[in-house]
């Protein structure tokens, strides 16, 4: 069980390096830096030159950028890798749970077909030429890969004995993080993190010439290519300002679930710490993104916290929902 719990760890960090290079492939534009899936310009590397291309189909859909491929192809790297991982756990789940009746397995298969579809998404995300709606769900998968084996994490070797208190304001802190998660990614694929360039206000203006009858719209057919946005400034606008609110909202309830959690005192307390420093840290950043023009070790750094913030709110929730104080 020991060396299982392990293996959990180090697939846990793997995941949160896939994150983040999906963050960086995303912010650096590089997320069509190869034209094909799985391979790039039909190599498994990138190719050093043109004149390396065997298939010149390629470079008429994409002229070749190696280091954008090379972001791509990396992430694509330890994705793949990620995903042996995660199908490792479940076999391993699977036979542990044959001497240790209590040993999920549910969830190790759960996770497996949550990463299963992430590479479908990830395929489609080149193949559809950087979608919103699936560059978007991409991103809420890798975000329910690492929750989910944060969770494995957690629960492997242990009772399920649930508590009574605190667990729908949990499940409320949870869930408003991840629908502000979203808004993020929204905001990302549809170009719209520069909208507004200064705050609080945006475009000198409280409230802003917004189109939000093209903001929100998730399908907008095949064969149209989203790279650098296809949506007029008042939509982006829009999304952006929505964002905006998203993480007013994002503070004062998770905030007030960090302060209920610091106000038990305990584990409680040690839990709750993690959540409000994270989610000071991750306002900055977002702040920061605007006032400095989204430099991109800010905004990919804005990812990773988004993903440290999950699991700190993870951790405490699964101390308010099992009896582990």
Not at 60 to 81: C, D, N, S, V
Not at 99 to 117: A, C, E, I, K, T
Not at 274 to 289: A, T
Request: aromatic residues 10%.
């Amino acid at each position: 069980m020991t060396a299982y719990r392990t293996f959990l760890v180090v697939t846990l960090m793997l995941a949160f390096c896939v994150i983040v290079l999906g963050a960086y492939t995303r912010l650096s534009d590089a997320g069509l830096g190869c034209p094909d899936w799985p391979t790039c310009y039909g190599h498994l590397t990138v190719p050093d030159s043109p004149e390396a291309v065997e298939q010149q189909h390629y470079l008429e859909q994409r002229p070749l950028e190696p280091a954008k491929g090379w972001a791509e192809m990396i992430h694509r790297y330890f994705a793949g890798t990620l995903g042996v991982f995660i199908l490792v756990i479940a076999v391993w789940s699977w036979r542990l749970r044959r001497r240790h009746p209590d040993q999920p397995l549910v969830l190790p298969l759960v996770l497996l077909g949550v990463v299963l579809f992430q590479g479908l998404l990830g395929m489609w995300t080149v193949t559809l030429l950087l979608k919103p709606l699936v560059v978007m769900g991409h991103l809420l998968g890798g975000f329910a890969t690492l929750g989910l084996l944060f969770l494995l994490l957690r629960i492997t070797g242990k009772a399920l004995a649930f508590g009574p208190r605190g667990r729908t304001w949990a499940v409320i802190a949870l869930l408003v993080l991840v629908i502000q998660v979203a808004l993020g990614g929204w905001t990302s694929t549809n170009y719209a993190a520069l909208s507004c360039t200064d705050f609080p206000t945006c475009q000198g203006s409280w409230w802003s010439e917004m189109d939000f009858s093209e903001a929100f719209v998730m399908w907008r057919g095949l064969g149209i290519n989203y790279e650098y946005g296809v949506l007029e400034h008042p939509a982006r606008i829009a999304i952006h300002v929505t964002h905006r609110l998203g993480a007013l909202t994002t503070l004062l309830v998770v905030g007030g679930f960090a302060l209920y959690l610091l106000g038990r005192g305990g584990v409680a307390r040690r839990a709750g710490i993690p959540v409000l420093s994270l989610l000071v840290l991750q306002i900055g950043l977002g702040i920061g993104n605007v006032l400095l023009y989204l430099p991109l070790p800010v905004a990919v750094a804005h990812n990773a916290v988004a993903a440290l913030l999950l699991l700190s709110l993870i951790n405490a929730s699964d101390l308010l929902w099992r009896r582990h104080y």
